[in-house]
């Protein structure tokens, strides 16, 4: 059933907040419900406190509830916005557009071989051949996360590496996220918010380690947030993953 309620808090740097809904009309009754950026529809714009919302609700595996299929009211969808821009774009811009279309399946290309690599084992005398490919690899997917910090993007699949900074404090409210900072050799950074009510936590974690990732891209002023690091327990988002000295969390 689709409810509909208020955004009466709405944290932007971690993505989450919280919806007012109205029970009965008749009294003053009301609940609120947790809400997610990844259970929004791709929106043109962020959330604001204010902004009524439609969504379902879902029942977590702890009995919390949470929202999901939501959108915002008036809210123009980023597929809706896409299509209007398409319509009334001149035929003349068609063809950068294409240009950029086949860069981007050019680097989906490299993504993918440079995953395949990474996950393998090196034959010893294969090691001076592959480890250039790799570090390429690494320098167009850290270029990707810099142009959507530079662009303001949120939403994008991302997958790359980086160096621990700084461990901060699990957030254990809502839904629980391992917190840890990453150094990417760009030297950006990026907060890494890592589910553990649906993976496993990174124990021994230490400033130093190396962490390899693939989540959801989402902006913030002080170099971006990584999250859906895990699977997707309804199977209606791309599954994500960590991997530590070794070992794939997810």
Known sequence: MIKKGKLVRW??????GFIRLEVEADNEVTQDIFMHMSALEPMNRRPLVGDTIYFQIEAQADGKQRA?????????????????????????????????LY?????????????????KT?????VNTVLPAISNAVAANDSQISQAFKQQ???IQVQSRGVVSRILADDNKGSRHQRFII?????????????????????????????SFYGQYEYNDR????????????????????????????
């Open 153 to 155: 993007l949120s939403g």
């Open 68 to 100: 999901f299929a939501a959108r915002i009211e008036g809210g123009e969808s980023g597929i809706d916005g896409d299509k209007r821009r398409k319509a009334t774009r001149p035929a003349k811009q068609q063809k950068p557009i294409q240009g950029v």
């Open 103 to 119: 860069r981007i399946a050019i680097m989906l290309v490299v993504l993918a071989i440079a995953s395949f690599v990474y996950n």
């Open 183 to 211: 150094s990417l050799n760009n030297g950006q950074t990026l907060l890494i918010a890592h589910n553990i009510d649906l993976a496993p936590k990174i124990n021994g974690l230490k400033e130093g380690d190396t962490v």
């Open 223 to 250: 170099g971006g947030v990584v999250h859906w690091t895990h699977h997707d327990p309804n199977g209606r988002h791309v599954g994500g993953w960590l991997k530590h000295q070794g070992k794939t969390y997810q």
């Open 11 to 16: 944290n932007d740097s971690k993505g989450y």
């Open 122 to 126: 090196l034959a010893p005398n294969t």
